[in-house]
């Protein structure tokens, strides 16, 4: 049974504004709450004073979905549970496969019924159909104002013509059963035009953003060093938050985001953080002093992940080799039924560790491209005290005990999954915290060492 999302109490549906008068459009909108909440019926109400989150939203999804009818709330480029539904809703009528994804099979469905709406004179002076907030629809960004009143700035780029830069504003407040007595709200911005128009006004951006408070960038494409709006926006936010799992080339793409953090941009991968529970549990089963000082004996690490994005992997094992102070030494790639990645590795005493990522084809697919299925550490001594396997499920521990070993697994561990994989319970996590993650860039130094090997 789905969870039903707090209701929402509507200050301001999304509004077309001009590009100068944001600022005075937001403020019109809580002088006119405050002057309706005189009369005691509406409760108190907190304007965004916690930070401000810039979206760059590489797709047009929501905009697609909204002209055709099927999604009304704000563009906000957050794939949330509205989202979802309204892609499930395209196809099942459009008799596609029912993902709740936006599949190219969609997209292109999508892209097609608004060229035939266009030009069948659908909208209205050549504009897109208008779309409203709907109070009653769950969206990834209550997960945030629930807990933060923020202001939300929505980079949204379309194909089509250079028309300039099209504006929204609007506000809403999630309303949380036994502590309705204050709103908490969020300030949307929206910003609609092709990329090179959103290029062009990067330079407004900041001045919209709230001063004096944190600053974040959730840059929802791979990050390019060499895209001018993303350095305007990078050099002003406290943090550039992205998420691996979403990158079309992962190998190629962690380099790009290594080549950010050495040029001293605050990096967060979402990804990252769903790499937690495994690294608690690896840290956990050598904590004992006897299995501590076995450490030094591992030279064979296993990771199974979903095939179709190896960022998980990489992250995991960047990290291991971080803390053991593992030196990559070469590096191969076998593609085929499973994606077999090898590394070797030096280690400071000199043993060679031997290190093998395979992308195992799955049936049932989550959410989250590339997440972890099993671990396993062990030695080709049959003496050492070092054996874990680490899994999310029975099938994963089984195909790492059947692959075998010099060494029996001395400890198994599970790992639960969690809701908090999901983007928006690990965005509200990551507003909470700034700044550079030594741990993550750390290991991305790790993996970009890797990798170049690859090239060479």
């Known amino acids: 049974m789905t969870p039903q999302a707090p209701t929402i109490f509507s200050l301001q549906a999304p509004k077309d504004v001009s590009l100068t008068d944001i600022e005075a459009e937001l403020s019109q909108i809580w002088q006119s709450y405050g002057i309706a909440g005189e009369d005691g019926t509406l409760p108190a109400a907190t304007r965004a004073a916690t930070f401000t989150l810039v979206v760059y939203e590489p797709e047009e999804t929501q905009y697609l979905l909204a002209v055709l009818g099927f999604y009304n709330g704000p563009i906000d480029g957050i794939p949330g549970p509205q989202t979802q539904a309204a892609l499930r809703e395209v196809q099942k009528k459009y008799g596609l496969t029912d993902t709740g994804t936006a599949t190219e099979e969609t997209l292109t469905l999508l892209r097609e019924e608004v060229a035939k709406r266009h030009k069948g004179g659908a909208t209205e002076n050549g504009a897109t159909a208008s779309y409203g907030l709907d109070a009653k629809s769950p969206r990834i960004a209550d997960e945030i104002a629930l807990r933060n009143p923020c202001r939300i700035i929505t980079l949204l780029p379309v194909v089509g013509e250079d028309e300039g830069v099209k504006a929204q504003v609007s506000a809403y407040c999630p309303i949380q059963k036994g502590s309705s007595s204050t709103l908490v709200c969020c300030e949307y911005i929206t910003l609609t035009g092709t990329p090179a128009a959103l290029e062009r006004i990067g330079g407004m951006v900041p001045a919209l953003t709230i001063g004096g408070l944190p600053k974040f960038l959730w840059w929802k494409a791979t990050p390019d060093p060499n895209n001018s709006l993303f350095k305007r926006l990078a050099a002003v936010c406290d943090n550039v938050i992205v998420d691996s799992c979403n990158f079309n080339k992962p190998e190629t793409d962690l380099l790009s ?193 890797i990798l170049k090997l690859g090239k060479e």
Not at 330 to 347: H, K, L, N, W
Not at 374 to 379: D, E, G, K
Not at 388 to 407: K, N, S, V
Not at 428 to 443: N, T, Y
């Open 257 to 449: 985001l290594q080549a950010l953090a050495e040029s001293g941009i605050p990096l967060a991968d979402l990804n990252w953080r769903r790499l937690s529970a495994w690294q608690e549990l690896t840290a956990e089963a050598y904590d004992p002093p006897q299995r501590r000082a076995a450490l030094v004996e591992i030279d064979r690490v296993n990771i199974d992940y979903e095939k179709g994005n190896s960022a998980q992997a990489l992250l995991f094992l960047g990290w291991l080799a971080s803390r053991l102070n593992w030196h990559p030494v070469s590096y191969q790639v076998e593609s085929g039924d499973y994606d077999i990645i090898r590394i070797s590795f030096t280690a400071d005493n000199q043993r060679q560790i031997e290190a093998e990522l395979a992308g195992v084809p799955v049936a049932d697919v989550g959410e989250v491209a590339g997440d972890l299925i099993a671990l396993r550490l062990s030695s080709t001594n049959p003496q050492a005290n070092c054996g874990t396997l680490i899994c999310t499920e029975t099938g994963g521990c089984m195909r790492m005990e059947t692959q075998g070993g010099a060494q029996s697994t001395g400890l198994f561990q599970q790992v639960t999954s969690l809701s908090e994989q999901k983007a928006e319970v690990l965005l509200s996590q990551q507003v909470q915290r700034w700044g550079h993650e030594a741990l993550f860039e750390e290991s991305l130094a790790v993996i970009a060492q």
